[in-house]
């Protein structure tokens, strides 16, 4: 999954950025609202965290602009503000939730779990396709034949691209912007790596190639 953060102070934007990084995300870090438009412009996101204090154009502002623009992208404000009155203008002005710094990193991606599947329309921690299970938590996936089948980082990022929306097709270029952020050098055959490591864990039959146009899992059964 691939997260946009929009935070102007550097020892927060950097602490993270790490976190999202441990937690298996792909994280782009801007600093003021202007790129982060811009970036929301190009790129696909699966989440926004968007500080509220930030130079030029205010976080406020910025949370308009993307909702004027039709975008709706799960977001999440950070925020050291907390009048009553902030906390409702993000609200109403279409954040999905708030966090107050100083914040524990662990709280911040429990809350983004928490976002990620009220938006995919799930109560529970867990994706799946009747085939394979994913749990977001433990990152373990499951089969009918094993269950608690340990995953890479990796591994977990591009099944977890590919439950979210089951019966669809990722390209590779697709599954690349999904995987890796800004500066993260990936090497050409990445993803097919990735695939072939999925199918010998999971069994070959869960991850469909679809020739010339990517792969997919298929629908809910
Ligand atoms: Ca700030």
């Not at 937690?23 to 801007?30: F, G, K, R």
């Not at 811009?38 to 696909?44: I, S």
């Not at 009918?144 to 890479?152: D, M, N, R, Y």
């Not at 691209?161 to 993260?184: F, H, K, V």
């Amino acid at each position: 999954m691939r997260i946009l953060l929009v935070e102007d102070d550097p020892m927060i934007g950097d602490a993270i950025q790490r976190a999202l990084s441990d937690a298996s995300y792909a994280a782009d870090w801007v600093k003021n609202g202007l790129t982060g438009l811009a970036a929301l412009d190009t790129q696909h996101y699966d989440l926004v965290l968007l500080d509220l204090g930030l130079p030029g154009k205010d976080g406020l502002e910025i949370l308009t602009s993307i909702r004027a623009g039709g975008n709706p992208v799960p977001l999440l404000i950070i925020t050291a503000r907390d009048s009553l009155d902030d906390r409702l203008r993000g609200l109403d002005g279409g954040a999905d939730d708030y966090l107050l710094k100083p914040f524990d990193m662990a709280e911040l991606l429990a809350r983004m779990r928490a976002v990620l599947r009220r938006k995919g329309g799930s109560a529970l921690p867990l994706l799946g396709n009747g085939v394979v299970s994913l749990d977001l938590l433990s990152k373990e996936a499951s089969t009918e034949e094993h269950s608690g089948i340990a995953l890479s980082s990796r591994e977990f990022a591009l099944l977890q691209a590919l439950l979210i929306r089951p019966g669809a097709i990722l390209s590779r270029s697709e599954l690349e912007d999904r995987l890796y952020g800004w500066g993260n050098e990936v090497e050409s055959n990445a993803i097919e790596f990735l695939i072939h490591a999925l199918r010998r864990k999971l069994g070959s039959h869960v991850i469909k190639n679809v020739r010339g146009m990517g792969w997919m899992v298929s629908k809910n059964v």
